[in-house]
């Protein structure tokens, strides 16, 4: 079956610091990947996604890459901000199949303190 | 272009009733699926609708339902309220092809006392 595994948080950096969450997966099939981000009191939010292998997603400074040999797509930011501060996702939706469902991970928190 | 958007955001119920709850996709979205959101089960899947038709339907008893309108508009329904169903409800709309991205709404929080 599909599922998603992500990084345990809560995970706190000080301003500036490099973040990296990473995000394994498990797909029967050909899987987009995406990580949304969720701030509190809000919905979710598509931060990035990637389509197939190889590709690079990158959004507000984040980013991640598609890597079907170790199913893999971790995010990463060089520098965080106190306003990155949230909770992030990582998720998958496979194709060729009937509907659009998508897996998440548990979500990964993320403090940036100043 | 208007997000998708839920009604109520917040709601109080009372074991044992049920509750109603409202999504509008994002204009020309034909898809709308449910999640459920706890701070133990994280992000559980419920159904999507397309087109009217249920498409997919998670691992949740028969008490949640849900259904689509002819204008894409979806609600869903619990009936019979447990204090275990006080979540977070997200709906979010796409495309609906399979890969698509989804678009969520902000979320109907449900607290059963």
């Known amino acids: 079956g599909n599922s998603v595994t992500q990084m345990e948080g809560p995970v706190t950096l000080s301003e500036e610091a490099f973040l990296t969450i990473n995000c394994t997966y498990t797909?029967?099939?050909?899987?987009?990947l995406f990580w949304y981000v969720q701030y509190p009191g809000e919905g979710l939010q598509l931060l990035l996604k990637?389509?197939?292998?190889?590709d690079k997603g990158s959004n507000k400074g984040f980013e991640a890459t598609y890597r079907k040999e170790t199913t893999s797509f971790h995010l990463e930011k060089g520098s965080v901000q106190v306003s990155d501060s949230a909770v992030y996702f990582c998720?998958?939706?496979?194709?060729?199949?009937?509907?659009?469902?998508?897996?998440f991970g548990t979500g990964t928190s993320l403090t940036v303190i100043p | 272009k208007a997000g998708v958007t839920q009604t109520p955001r917040y709601l109080i119920k009372t074991r044992g009733q049920q509750v109603t709850l409202s999504c509008s996709p994002i204009?020309?979205?034909?898809?709308v699926s449910w999640y459920q959101q706890t701070p133990g089960q994280g992000l559980q899947f419920l159904f999507e609708?397309?087109?009217?038709?249920?498409?997919n339907k998670g691992n949740f008893p028969g008490r949640f339902s849900g259904r689509q309108f002819s204008n894409s508009r979806s609600e869903m329904n619990v009936s019979t309220l447990e204090l275990g169903d006080s979540a977070l409800y997200l709906c979010a709309s796409s495309g609906g092809t399979p890969g698509n991205t989804i678009y969520f709404g902000e979320g109907s929080w449900l607290t059963v006392v």
């Open positions: 998720a998958l939706s496979e194709m060729g199949t009937t509907g659009n469902q998508f897996y």
């Open positions: 609708y397309f087109s009217e038709t249920q498409r």
């Open positions: 797909a029967t099939g050909y899987p987009s």
């Open positions: 990637a389509t197939k292998a190889d």
């Open positions: 204009s020309g979205h034909r898809s």
